[in-house]
């Protein structure tokens, strides 16, 4: 009798358990902003931060959602992409790129970004597009860590 009791205690305790995991993932799901909310959020802090106008404002934004709709699907590469389950790259099914296959995407994105910054410079006025090269310029040498090389983490960063 013991153990018919605690075989339904393990087996409902394992059904509520995967019960919650399944409503937290549709919770993380819903709370994901989209493609474009998220270019209108980039967008409008830019405009705050360089003090743009109205007309600028208006072709930032057609330049960010052109720019982004050149950069194709969000997901795949990323952890759950769009249909929720894992990528190849999280299941270590992928194999590395090679160099010649990184060092050709490196350049389209090179590229890409140079078309980006031209297109940037055309709406901006010169003293916003300088503030912008150097806050750009700072970013690339913090690098993807950082400050001083450590991952940035809801911690001190000293």
């Known amino acids: 009798m013991k153990k018919i009791v605690m075989a339904l205690v393990a087996a409902i305790t394992m059904s509520a358990t995967a019960v919650a995991q399944e409503e937290n993932q549709q919770k993380r799901e819903h709370q994901r902003p989209d493609r474009t909310e998220m270019v209108k959020q980039r967008t409008a802090e830019t405009v705050k931060t360089y003090g743009l106008n ?16 050149k950069m194709g699907p969000m997901g795949g590469w990323q952890r759950g992409g769009r249909d929720g389950r894992r ?72």
Do not use: C, V, W
């Open 54 to 69: 109205e007309e600028q404002a208006a072709r930032l934004l057609e330049l960010n959602l052109k720019h982004t709709e």
């Open 87 to 158: 990528s190849q790259m999280d299941r270590g099914d992928r194999q590395r790129p090679s160099r010649e296959e990184m060092e050709q995407r490196r350049e389209e994105m090179q590229k890409s970004r140079d078309a980006y910054n031209a297109e940037l410079q055309k709406i901006m006025t010169e003293d916003q597009f300088k503030a912008y090269q150097a806050d750009m310029q700072k970013r690339m040498n913090e690098g993807p860590r950082g400050r001083h090389g450590q991952r940035q983490r809801g911690g001190d960063n000293k």
